[in-house]
């Protein structure tokens, strides 16, 4: 997994760039926008991207939580690829984005088990 952009090879990113960054599907159309990222605070890992699915100039689209192991940047495209399906998204777990949500750790449990991704507390 590599975050940068198409125009530098440095390894790291400012979380203000990644916002608003493309995710493709695996076949290279566009299926939503970075809208913020969520970062465990003792490790500083990046451990969910919330991103906007859908939708036409924003209208229409739906926010999701997803495991930040479910994207994967393209330096080709200039922007994240992941195979989440649109099955996926119809069934995931919400997560309303209130802060609340995270002190619950059965929810985070939901949210991986539905992506099929190990648990950042696992690290």
Do not use: C
């Not at 739906?62 to 330096?75: A, C, G, R, S, V």
Request: no cysteine; aromatic share 12%.
């Amino acid at each position: 997994q590599t975050s940068g952009t198409t125009t530098s090879v440095h390894p790291l990113i400012e979380s203000n760039r990644v916002e608003g960054t493309p995710v493709y599907s695996p076949q290279g159309k566009h299926v939503g926008t970075i809208h913020h990222l969520i970062i465990e605070k003792v490790s500083g890992r990046v451990v969910y991207a919330v991103m906007s699915f859908g939708g036409f100039l924003g209208f229409g689209s739906h926010e999701h939580t997803i495991p930040w192991e479910k994207l994967n940047y393209d330096t080709q495209l200039g922007g994240f690829r992941t195979d989440i399906t649109q099955e996926e998204l119809s069934g995931a777990p919400v997560v309303s984005g209130d802060e609340k949500d995270w002190w619950d750790r059965r929810r985070e449990q939901d949210l991986h088990d539905h992506y099929k991704v190990p648990t950042y507390w696992g690290w």
